[in-house]
């Protein structure tokens, strides 16, 4: 099924800790984001990507690090976790070209760091 | 001052009622949706708008691209209607990685 596929959907962590958040879509999309939400917030951008083997940071990139070497996959990855980046993380992704403005997201991810 | 402005912010409505949620932005834009999250659930899109007029059952969504505006109507609501509505507009070559969300508007339908 076409969509956005994110794993895993609940994680806790140990401070200190590192894990990856797995982003994965199957529409040849070109933009892809990831997203922290934290309670009761609007969507923070982390990072974003505008294809394959090029990555931006967003509003709040630190702690976080990515990476796009294919066009599916978009991982996020935590190190040194802090219980600072509790939260529930979304990725998205965007087309172009002949699926122009699509967007889809990824059903979240919610992550705990105690 | 926010390139994706919403309002209300908050609405409280009884079942029945009509709806509406309105987004203003002040950029050029390729594409608007209308996304829906439930209360700690995932985001859908309802509607991708650049131009005219979409409906989906009791959901209209219009957009005027001369006055950089768009409305979420929702006819008929019920208490499973309440959410938080989201205007996102997708800019091409912008900031933000080209998508910008507006600050959503609570929606809570009571019986």
């Known amino acids: 099924n076409a969509g956005v596929t994110q794993t895993p959907k609940f994680r806790i962590l140990k401070i200190g800790q590192s894990m990856t958040l797995q982003c994965t879509q199957d529409?040849?999309?070109?933009?892809m984001y990831w997203y922290r939400q934290d309670p009761g917030m609007g969507l923070k951008l982390i990072y974003y990507?505008?294809?394959?083997?090029?990555?931006d940071k967003g509003e709040v990139p630190n702690g976080y690090n990515v990476s796009r070497s294919t066009t599916e996959d978009f991982p996020l990855r935590l190190e040194l976790a802090a219980p600072s980046q509790t939260s529930v993380y979304f990725c998205?992704?965007?087309?172009?070209?002949?699926?122009?403005?699509?967007?889809?997201f990824g059903e979240g991810s919610r992550l705990t760091v105690l | 001052k926010n390139e994706v402005e919403q309002s209300p912010q908050n609405l409280t409505a009884q079942e029945g009622e009509f709806i509406t949620i309105n987004c203003s932005y002040s950029?050029?834009?390729?594409?608007l949706h209308w996304l829906q999250q439930h209360p700690g659930g995932g985001i859908v899109s309802l509607f991708m708008?650049?131009?005219g007029k979409k409906k989906h059952g009791r959901l209209i969504a219009t957009i005027n691209i001369q006055e950089k505006h768009s409305s979420l109507h929702i006819t008929a609501s019920h208490p499973r209607d309440s959410a938080v509505y989201i205007c996102?507009?997708?800019?091409?070559?912008?900031?933000?990685?080209?998508?910008?969300f507006g600050k959503g508007t609570k929606l809570s339908v009571k019986p």
């Open positions: 529409m040849n999309h070109n933009y």
């Open positions: 708008l650049s131009s």
């Open positions: 998205a992704s965007v087309g172009k070209s002949l699926n122009t403005g699509e967007l889809f």
């Open positions: 990507s505008v294809g394959a083997g090029i990555t």
């Open positions: 950029v050029g834009i390729s594409a």
């Open positions: 996102a507009v997708l800019n091409y070559g912008g900031s933000q990685g080209n998508l910008i």
